[in-house]
């Protein structure tokens, strides 16, 4: 059974620039949920995808968007960079929606300058 | 306002003794709370979960308790090992269509030989 993965996993951005991150869910697993961790704190839900769709989000701005794919792949876009947006992102999978418990993958690291 | 918070920043503990980290949540309709383990550069790992209608739920050498009446969680880890330095977080699940789960910011558990 693979886990979840992400890629990449650092990446040096300026402000204003766009970024795609990508995560392939744990083998089985068709719901993924995305998560910012800023240094220090806990991570902080920005959305979830189910069947391709969103279908839960956080309190983050329009510029943070997301795909899934029909493999359950998916992918995090976060347009015109701010300082405040370096963090780690991380990426949850789960079995199925509504199933309590989430796997983390390892995370990317964003740094923005 | 949803809140999952931590009392205490940093334990530290000598190898072999008990910890105790302890929780507090603010909804009481979350009916899912997990504890996670944080080590550096890593994603979060599950560690032991309970649902709200337990009280207590025990793993190998943890123990999670929850009190609904005053909404407290804590994680009990017995015989603490070197291996257990990370950051914990407690994790509070809102579910209804889509689980997001809400973070505190996370106790450092130093173990010291």
């Known amino acids: 059974e693979t886990g979840v993965t992400q890629s990449p996993t650092h990446l040096i951005k300026t402000r204003g620039q766009q970024v795609t991150l990508r995560c392939s869910s744990q083998?089985?697993?068709?719901?993924v949920s995305w998560y910012q961790q800023a240094l220090g704190q806990g991570p902080q839900f920005i959305f979830q995808y189910y069947r391709e769709e969103e279908n839960g989000r956080g309190n983050f701005p329009p510029r943070f968007s997301g795909l899934q794919f029909p493999n359950y792949s998916s992918e995090l876009n976060v347009n015109a960079l701010e300082l405040d947006d370096s963090a780690l992102y991380l990426c949850?999978?789960?079995?199925?929606?509504?199933?309590?418990?989430?796997?983390f993958g390892p995370g990317t690291r964003l740094t923005v300058l | 306002g949803e809140s999952v918070g931590l009392h205490l920043p940093t334990l530290s503990v000598q190898e072999g003794d008990n910890s105790i980290i302890n929780c507090a949540y603010s909804?009481?309709?979350?009916?899912?709370f997990i504890w996670y383990k944080q080590e550096s550069g890593k994603g979060p790992q599950f560690i032991i979960d309970i649902r709200s209608n337990m009280d207590k739920r025990q793993g190998q050498r943890v123990t999670v308790l929850l009190n609904k009446t005053v909404k407290h969680l804590s994680l009990q880890i017995a015989a603490t090992q070197p291996g257990d330095s990370a950051v914990y977080f407690c994790?509070?699940?809102?579910?209804?269509?889509?689980?997001?789960?809400?973070f505190g910011a996370g106790t450092r558990l130093a173990v010291h030989p």
């Open positions: 949850a999978s789960s079995l199925r929606q509504g199933a309590n418990e989430q796997f």
């Open positions: 083998s089985g697993h068709n719901t």
């Open positions: 994790a509070e699940e809102l579910s209804g269509g889509y689980n997001k789960l809400i």
């Open positions: 909804n009481s309709a979350s009916d899912y």
